[in-house]
């Protein structure tokens, strides 16, 4: 969701009108998301290093968030009507007490809705997200949770805060052809990457229809593609299994 505080700057608003603008968008988007059909959505919120704009700017940020997810559990129709479920996923420590209940009361609300699932990413960065489920790894392999021989890809998907299904579409706003940190795991695997030239709140249907249309005539070579990427690692890890196994009956044979 880039782009709000260059398009405030656009129609000569202040910063904070464009972040309102913003998570207007949002519901719009949202809305046509769910009538397409569109079952898991991912934003991105706001950044950790976001914490380093000016203390004016990230308190408006906050009480935005704060207000607007409330608003949304509680008034929206995606949520009362249509059974939207709200995740807020990143590290929830660097929040005051007051936004963390915010978005408690958000998720407790809808924890059982089973309609679309929007997961808020606020704040978060994705190498935080990795690293911290590396850590989690790590810490079961150690607590014997999970023994080392299944700390795999598998079991590292397992503990990101945003798990599977697999990322089909990413898409950028504000003209910026860049990641920002944003959803790296998800989108190495095969996703579908478009860069739109227009600030977040300009975002239309005529943009979300055309990028649906144009992963839909590449999908079946994106799934060819992942297909062969499986089938590969398999034969990678089957290749591995037997030589292992190849290594440990020579050194028996020998001992």
Known sequence: ????????????????????????????????????????????AFAINNFNRSPEEVSTLMSLARNKLRELADKS?????????????????????DVRESIEHAEETTK???GMTLNVCFPYSATDEISSAIRTVVEDVGSGKLQAAEADEKALEERLQIPGPDLDILIRTSGQIRFSNFMLWQSSKMAYIQFV?????EFSLRHMLYILV?????????????????????DSKAAA??????????????S
């Open 1 to 44: 969701m880039d782009g709000n505080r260059r398009f405030a700057r656009k129609i000569h608003l202040a910063a904070s009108s464009g972040h309102v603008a913003g998570f207007s968008k949002l519901t719009d988007v949202l809305r046509w998301c769910n009538d397409l059909g569109v079952r898991h959505v991912s934003v991105y």
């Open 77 to 97: 129709d995606l949520v009362q009507k249509h059974g939207l479920r709200i995740r807020v996923v990143g590290y929830r420590e660097l929040l005051s007490a």
């Open 112 to 114: 059982d809705n089973k």
């Open 197 to 201: 030239d227009a600030y977040w709140p």
């Open 214 to 234: 144009s992963w839909q005539l590449s999908s079946k070579r994106i799934e060819s593609r992942k297909r062969k990427s499986a089938k590969r690692q398999i």
């Open 241 to 254: 299994s037997a030589e292992s196994a190849t290594a440990s009956d020579n050194d028996t044979c020998c």
